[in-house]
């Protein structure tokens, strides 16, 4: 494992009921004018309009760009990019789920940057000059991307989601307040609950794993691991709701200061090509992909079956690794997560895109992350598995 020099986290984060009132005093701190970046059913809900209310409070200008989509792509990038620079802005906001979260971490780069986001994959193009301020306000609990350095953007000319990862896109400011994820409808908690889960699994299992990663990736495991169900059956549960806030906080900055592996490899170009949101595809993925690395990462399996069953701590590893997997599987059966099919894609559309996923998957880089690291045809069978994957089989060995 490798031991890094520097654990990056944003420079303040705000947690807890009621935090949200606390983002005119930080946006003050870092300007005048804030470009709010959203979608629109953050506006319908009213956090947007709570939003400006508390920056009118501290005399802070704002302006709304609330045109994103359920996945981020390069040309939600350049709208709001026009908008920023058209009225002057000097500090972005993010309102939402992950998509609006890594949207406005490309604006606040390229703001001062300049460039295409695509030019930033790959660290092609390096960041020369800080970025804009930015404020990250996440209304799930799941992609963790307000405490993350990487963003996820959709080039719509070659449908490939680009994964970019550079210091300068983590934000200055976070505020986690478990009361705007109260309001997401249950199968979007259900996604974005898994998808933490994922990441946090990921940063335990990763090549690049090491002991800071490995705490937060542990801690993060136990918080999802007992109130993810209850988030999902009682919309009430505030404390639920915060643990899972706080876990997904967790498990973004162990898979930031780690990595990703497997699945997001693979997911990212389902995403792209079939417009199914991350959190979905992360979570139709995480079951056989843990099912295929089993036998190059049993100990760390095993410390998450742990973690379902505490009873596994008197039985040996392997069975202690089959509870982990077996345990995921019956979690996505009780929050009802649909395999590609159920999804609705078609399988001869999905078969003539194999070819085309596996290639994308593996220039992320991500699989190469991987306890076990898969052959093209390896991942091609991967996804022929998880078109059809039955959570109610028993696990494969």
């Given at each position: 494992?490798?031991i890094p020099t520097a654990f990056q986290s944003p420079a303040i984060i705000h947690y807890g009921k009621g935090s949200f009132q606390e983002v005119g005093k930080e946006t003050i701190r870092k300007g005048k004018k804030a470009l709010i970046i959203s979608d629109q059913m953050m506006e319908q809900l009213g956090y947007i309009e709570k939003c400006r209310?508390?920056?009118?409070?501290?005399?802070?200008?704002?302006?709304?760009?609330?045109?994103?989509?359920?996945?981020?792509?390069?040309?939600?990038?350049?709208?709001?990019?026009?908008?920023?620079?058209?009225?002057?802005?000097?500090?972005?906001?993010?309102?939402?789920?992950?998509?609006?979260?890594?949207?406005?971490?490309?604006?606040?780069?390229?703001?001062?940057?300049?460039?295409?986001?695509?030019?930033?994959?790959?660290?092609?193009?390096?960041?020369?000059?800080?970025?804009?301020?930015?404020?990250?306000?996440?209304?799930?609990?799941?992609?963790?991307?307000?405490?993350?350095?990487?963003?996820?953007?959709?080039?719509?000319?070659?449908?490939?989601?680009?994964?970019?990862?550079?210091?300068?896109?983590?934000?200055?400011?976070?505020?986690?307040?478990?009361?705007?994820?109260?309001?997401?409808?249950?199968?979007?908690?259900?996604?974005?609950?898994?998808?933490?889960?994922?990441?946090?699994?990921?940063?335990?299992?990763?090549?690049?794993?090491?002991?800071?990663?490995?705490?937060?990736?542990?801690?993060?495991?136990?918080?999802?691991?007992?109130?993810?169900?209850?988030?999902?059956?009682?919309?009430?549960?505030?404390?639920?709701?915060?643990?899972?806030?706080?876990?997904?906080?967790?498990?973004?900055?162990?898979?930031?200061?780690?990595?990703?592996?497997?699945?997001?490899?693979?997911?990212?170009?389902?995403?792209?090509?079939?417009?199914?949101?991350?959190?979905?595809?992360?979570?139709?993925?995480?079951?056989?992909?843990?099912?295929?690395?089993?036998?190059?990462?049993?100990?760390?399996?095993?410390?998450?079956?742990?973690?379902?069953?505490?009873?596994?701590?008197?039985?040996?590893?392997?069975?202690?690794?089959?509870?982990?997997?077996?345990?995921?599987?019956?979690?996505?059966?009780?929050?009802?997560?649909?395999?590609?099919?159920?999804?609705?894609?078609?399988?001869?559309?999905?078969?003539?895109?194999?070819?085309?996923?596996?290639?994308?998957?593996?220039?992320?880089?991500?699989?190469?992350?991987?306890?076990?690291?898969?052959?093209?045809?390896?991942?091609?069978?991967?996804?022929?598995?998880?078109?059809?994957?039955?959570y109610a089989e028993e696990t494969m060995r």
């Amino acid at each position: 494992m490798n031991i890094p020099t520097a654990f990056q986290s944003p420079a303040i984060i705000h947690y807890g009921k009621g935090s949200f009132q606390e983002v005119g005093k930080e946006t003050i701190r870092k300007g005048k004018k804030a470009l709010i970046i959203s979608d629109q059913m953050m506006e319908q809900l009213g956090y947007i309009e709570k939003c400006r209310t508390y920056l009118q409070e501290e005399n802070v200008e704002s302006v709304v760009y609330n045109g994103v989509g359920s996945e981020p792509t390069d040309k939600f990038v350049e709208e709001a990019l026009h908008f920023f620079h058209q009225e002057k802005c000097d500090v972005v906001l993010s309102i939402g789920g992950g998509s609006c979260i890594d949207t406005a971490k490309s604006v606040a780069v390229v703001s001062t940057n300049g460039g295409y986001i695509g030019d930033y994959m790959g660290g092609k193009k390096q960041t020369s000059h800080l970025p804009s301020p930015h404020i990250a306000i996440p209304t799930t609990a799941g992609t963790g991307s307000e405490a993350t350095d990487v963003t996820i953007i959709t080039n719509t000319a070659n449908e490939v989601k680009m994964m970019i990862k550079q210091p300068a896109f983590l934000p200055e400011v976070a505020i986690i307040d478990p009361e705007l994820s109260k309001s997401a409808p249950a199968k979007v908690k259900a996604a974005t609950g898994v998808d933490a889960l994922s990441h946090a699994i990921e940063a335990y299992i990763s090549q690049k794993a090491h002991p800071m990663s490995d705490m937060m990736a542990l801690s993060a495991m136990e918080l999802i691991v007992s109130n993810l169900k209850k988030t999902y059956d009682d919309p009430e549960d505030l404390e639920a709701q915060a643990k899972m806030a706080l876990g997904a906080l967790q498990a973004g900055w162990a898979f930031s200061n780690s990595s990703v592996c497997l699945v997001h490899g693979m997911s990212r170009p389902i995403g792209a090509l079939f417009h199914v949101p991350h959190g979905f595809s992360n979570a139709m993925l995480l079951p056989a992909v843990m099912e295929f690395s089993r036998e190059a990462a049993i100990k760390r399996l095993a410390d998450l079956g742990r973690i379902f069953k505490p009873e596994a701590e008197k039985y040996s590893n392997e069975e202690a690794a089959d509870i982990a997997i077996s345990s995921v599987k019956e979690l996505c059966r009780d929050l009802q997560i649909p395999n590609l099919q159920e999804w609705g894609i078609e399988q001869k559309e999905f078969e003539s895109a194999v070819d085309k996923m596996v290639k994308d998957a593996f220039e992320s880089g991500s699989p190469g992350k991987n306890p076990k690291v898969p052959s093209l045809e390896e991942m091609k069978e991967l996804y022929r598995v998880c078109y059809d994957y039955n959570y109610a089989e028993e696990t494969m060995r």
